[in-house]
């Protein structure tokens, strides 16, 4: 900073391009009004009412400065004992003023004073915390993560009201100077993970971060995979929970999505109502995701395998009822199959793109065509139809969105296996898919633990679902230390004295 | 790297190399239901494959066309069963498709000159499958009994497997067998095989036509009548009625049975329903004698009555007990007696002793069917058990007047 007012407003005008929304309120402050000054806010970014009480109308009072013209006095006095807001920082150099002013703070130059203060003043409008759109919860909390960062964090450190509840920051990509922030709770998250999040995401030399979609592509421990090796979710409850299980959040500013890291293939098969519910209910409901998942990779597949390759396999009824749909059909399954998925798909990213009042417009003319003309029509088999109808909804049922955008690339492949080698295809597609799932990494954990590596302590809260109370260690793997959670003998038992009956 | 590419050579081969496996549409295939065999004149065979024929199986999505016949039946001319299966390309427009045959048909006098030429063919055939039933028309071509269409049934030769399976579990009077069990039996020593029988009446060419089943009573009825005893590979005799149930009885092969028994010189005066039957076979070899001791434990509820007869009494219901064994021992005498007739040890008494008595049995093995079997001794005793006399707990309700 030049110390001169008039020189520094000047090139910090032409350096903003002359925005509109940048307000440069110059003043004159000091005992009778004797100093000049200037006010400078990002419109939009702060909130008025405390710039204008906090700060204009503070600095304005000539009775509140001290009786000397001195710069360095005034600056003093200002930074002590007028501006009454709870953030206020001297800023020395450009790019810091910059940052400041662009992030929501309030910035006061004087004349001849090199120093600039920065106020934080940040505010403005953001989104309300809304419902949940994507993750659903019956009993759980309905609050969800909103744009900003600084509500986002909030909403988790409610949850969790411990001051080794950490929060790092740092900003990345270089345009957009994005504010990201790891969170963690010190004493039960790995030391090492902390320290390898916090190394990829410095490494991380991009633009732009405008998602967390773009900390999740750059930290990722292998990006030629369908499986998604860091966890998203929009709730700031399974953000709790994860960071109690030693995990690591991160936050970015401008995306509802928090990510935890590190994933665990479960951990996408696994809803927040499974630990809300009671044990054998969850049990019961997590075994059926792993059927769904089954279900949703292998249906159409194992449909065109069968009916191509291995048709002893099925009661003689039933492929006699499936040769008899098939007889007018003048492709063969595997086409048919797949015409039938590619037309599921483009209704569904047809779908997830329509303006609402369209949407259900399609959705119509989407089911006349796939359950009625398209059978009608002799190109394809109610058999089928009933296969990419249980498919697509059984995708639907899988908790995790990016599990389930894997599985559909998956069951292509498949699909396409199938249609090749018959069941030996499927067989040999899944053979890889677990061998790649086995050598998957998640910051250093194993991608299929606690069932590849085996390992008992933690197996109770994997596909199948524990009492709270027998799920007594943390993550073996995750944590490594402080592993016990729950006290012993927690087992609720009624009163055994006798005394109330 | 070397290594990499070797790993890649491998998984490569793991491909190519694997075994048999063929893409096969729907459409192209022929689901073969059954396969009946006949002698013709000069020699060769008459083979006869019953095809479904899916688009007009109602229940199918065109129902338009469903007054077409659910199957087709083709027959060919050929020296053997393999031969046959490929020479009938020349008439069927797809390839036959041997998986989902559940049934496997031989005329009496095929079986009677022998089944070993026509069954290893269907025994190596990957595709054959052998828990079909097999079954012996009786008196009859195998081509007769797989042409006639039949009203619940839509496939005939389903209708045959299920006729068999129900009949010999609520009648018992017949018996269910199919290609590996035959074929065990055969095979093994001191047994001798058996098989269901079938027979076609009525009007068998009208029951070819579509009309068999638009009548409330079919013009041709098939009917499974009889157990076909073998010896060897041979058949020899046709076992029915009270015999045949004679043979499920020493077969321990008895779920459900109804008994009809006399009271006091009244014939049928008492029906048993038989749900619980159990048969054990002793065999003893005492001083080179080989006897076999028979139990036949069964249990049983009255469900018809058409005596007086006081249940509550315990002398009377002992007495009604004892005609109950009396009439399940003759059947089961019958049997052994239609077997030593025929010097076929259906029973498989000789595979007991064998297992028994190994020593013993080295001795007799070669003469067991001929000499000393038909010459067997055997005990039999049924422990009959009256458990319920079900809604009605006394006498027949035009009893109760008086």
């Not at chain 1, 934080?120 to 915390?129: A, D, L, P, S």
């Not at chain 1, 790995?190 to 320290?195: A, L, P, R, S, Y």
């Not at chain 1, 292998?298 to 009916?307: E, K, R």
């Not at chain 1, 908790?399 to 389930?404: C, F, Q, W």
């Amino acid at each position: 900073l030049a110390g001169n007012l008039e020189e520094d407003l000047q090139y910090l005008i032409s350096e903003t391009g002359q925005s509109s929304d940048i307000i440069i309120r110059e003043l004159a402050i000091g005992p009778e009004h004797g100093t000049k000054a200037a006010v400078i806010v990002t419109d939009g970014l702060i909130n008025n009412q405390t710039v204008n009480n906090s700060i204009l109308k503070m600095m304005l009072d000539p009775f509140s400065f001290p009786d000397s013209p001195d710069p360095e006095t005034i600056f003093q006095k200002l930074k002590t004992g007028i501006l009454s807001v709870s953030g206020v920082k001297e800023i020395l150099y450009w790019d810091d003023l910059f940052f400041s002013l662009l992030t929501g703070e309030t910035i006061i130059l004087m004349d001849g004073n090199p120093v600039a203060l920065a106020t934080n003043t940040k505010g403005g409008e953001v989104r309300q915390i809304g419902e949940p759109k994507a993750e659903i919860s019956i009993r759980g909390a309905q609050d969800s993560f909103t744009e900003s960062i600084r509500i986002n964090t909030s909403l988790v450190r409610r949850r969790i009201v411990n001051p080794h509840l950490h929060l790092e920051s740092m900003t990345l990509g270089k345009v957009t100077q994005t504010k990201v922030e790891i969170m963690y709770i010190k004493g039960i998250a790995n030391d090492k993970i902390v320290q390898e999040v916090r190394d990829r995401l410095q490494r991380i030399d991009i633009d732009q971060m405008i998602d967390a979609g773009y900390i999740e592509q750059m930290i990722e421990d292998e990006t030629f995979t369908t499986f998604p090796t860091v966890f998203y979710t929009e709730r700031p409850d399974i953000v709790a929970s994860n960071l109690l299980e030693g995990k690591v959040a991160i936050f970015v500013q401008g995306s509802p999505s928090v990510i935890t890291v590190p994933a665990l293939f479960v951990e996408f098969f696994q809803s927040a109502d499974d630990y809300y519910m009671r044990f054998d209910i969850s049990t019961a409901l997590r075994i059926l995701r792993v059927l769904i998942f089954i279900l949703s990779i292998l249906a159409p597949a194992a449909y065109v395998a069968v009916t191509t390759f291995h048709q002893e396999m099925i009661p003689t009824t039933l492929i006699i009822a499936i040769a008899a749909q098939r007889e007018a059909i003048p492709f063969p399954a595997f086409v048919e199959a797949l015409v039938m998925e590619i037309t599921f798909e483009i209704l569904r990213e047809a779908g997830v793109r329509l303006p609402r009042a369209i949407g259900q417009a399609v959705s119509i003319v989407g089911a006349l065509v796939i359950g009625q003309a398209a059978i009608q029509a002799s190109i394809v088999s109610p058999a089928m139809v009933i296969i990419v109808a249980i498919t697509a909804i059984a995708n639907f049922a899988i908790p995790s969105y990016s599990v389930a955008i894997s599985t559909r690339l998956i069951r292509f492949v498949l699909m396409a296996l199938s249609a090749f080698m018959g069941f030996y295809g499927i067989i040999f597609g899944l053979t890889i898919m677990i061998f790649h799932l086995c050598s998957l990494r998640s910051f250093g954990i194993p991608y299929l633990a606690p069932l590849a590596p085996l390992m008992a302590r933690n197996i109770g809260d994997s596909i199948i679902r524990l009492p709270l109370w027998a799920m007594r260690s943390r993550p073996t793997l995750i944590s490594q230390k402080n592993i016990i959670r729950v006290g012993n003998e927690q087992r609720p038992f009624p009163d055994q004295s006798g005394e109330n009956r | 790297v070397k290594k990499k590419a070797f790993h890649l050579v491998l998984i490569i081969s793991l491909i190519l190399l694997s075994g048999c496996w063929d893409h096969q549409e729907l459409t192209d295939i022929g689901f073969v239901t059954a396969v009946g065999v006949d002698k013709d004149k000069d020699g060769q065979i008459l083979a006869t494959f019953q095809i479904i024929n899916p688009r007009n199986l109602t229940g199918g999505q065109s129902q338009s066309s469903a007054n077409g016949v659910p199957i087709a039946v083709y027959r060919i001319k050929a020296d053997n069963i393999l031969d046959a299966s490929r020479k009938i390309s020349q008439q069927v427009s797809r390839q036959m498709y041997f998986a989902h045959t559940n049934l496997l048909v031989f005329s009496e006098e095929i079986a009677r000159r022998g089944l070993k030429p026509y069954l290893d063919a269907i025994i190596r055939s990957p595709q054959y499958r052998s828990t079909a039933t097999l079954v012996i028309v009786k008196e009859g071509r195998a081509e007769d009994l797989l042409s006639v269409l039949t009203p619940l049934d839509q496939v005939p030769s389903l209708k045959i497997e299920k006729t068999l399976e129900f009949s010999n579990m609520v009648w018992g009077m017949n018996i269910s067998r199919n290609i590996q069990e035959v074929v065990t039996e055969m095979l093994a020593q001191g047994k001798q095989a058996v098989a269901g029988g079938f027979s076609v009446e009525g009007d068998k060419k009208q029951g070819q036509s579509h009309k068999n089943i638009q009548y409330t009573a079919p013009l041709a009825v098939i009917h499974a009548d009889s157990i076909a005893v073998f010896k060897n590979d041979r058949l020899v005799k046709w076992a029915e009625d009270e015999t045949a149930r004679g043979i499920n009885w020493l077969l321990d092969n008895i779920k459900f049975t109804v008994m009809n028994v006399p009271w006091k010189g009244k014939e049928n005066a008492f029906g048993f329903i038989i749900f619980d039957a159990k048969t054990r076979i002793h065999p003893v070899v005492k001083t080179g004698i080989p006897r076999a001791h028979i139990t036949i434990k069964v249990e049983g509820t009255v469900a018809h009555a058409n005596a007086n007869i006081h249940f509550l009494n315990k002398k009377e219901r002992d007495q009604l007990a004892h005609s109950l064994e009396e009439t399940i021992q003759q059947e089961a005498e019958k049997a052994i007696q239609m077997a030593q007739e025929v010097k076929s040890d259906i029973f498989g008494i000789g595979e007991r002793i064998s297992k028994t008595y190994p020593d013993y049995w080295k001795q007799v093995a070669s003469s067991w069917d001929d000499v000393i079997f038909p010459e067997l001794e055997t005990k039999i005793k049924v422990e009959a058990l009256i458990r319920r006399t079900r809604n009605k707990l006394d006498v027949p309700f035009y009893e109760e007047r008086k």
